[in-house]
């Protein structure tokens, strides 16, 4: 078994899941999801969350707001939209039920 590959899909799988806990707090523009990421040892390349953000946004899970910048063009900050916080809230009950599953499992070795 390949222990990096793995690993890699675990974060694949937990990724739309994270960045939706982000944007639960407040809005982001898209490297600061990134950086907010990385400090929670959870690396992501632009390569990979901006298709991401993309299709998330197509799906209707999340929407997207300009807001002035100081440095420059105005940016484009994610939000979570309607349909985002109840996916959000369904995705944080299978959370519970996997964390719960996976603590079990572990008690019982």
């Known amino acids: 078994m390949n222990v990096e590959n793995a690993k890699s899909q675990m974060r694949k799988g937990m990724l ?16 600061d999801i990134i950086n907010r990421l990385k400090e ?5 390349v632009e390569g990979t ?3 991401l953000l993309s299709r998330l946004k197509n799906d209707g899970i999340l929407a997207y707001e300009w807001q002035e910048s ?8 994610y939000v979570l939209s309607e ?11 299978a959370w519970s039920e996997i964390e719960n599953t996976v603590h079990n499992l572990k008690g019982k070795q």
């Open 40 to 44: 929670a040892d959870l690396l992501v």
């Open 70 to 77: 100081d440095k420059g063009h105005p940016r484009k900050y």
């Open 16 to 31: 739309e899941y994270c960045i939706m806990l982000l944007l639960k707090e407040k809005p982001y523009y898209s490297s």
């Open 83 to 93: 349909d985002g916080k109840v996916m959000l809230a369904n995705l944080e009950q």
């Open 49 to 51: 969350l901006y298709p």
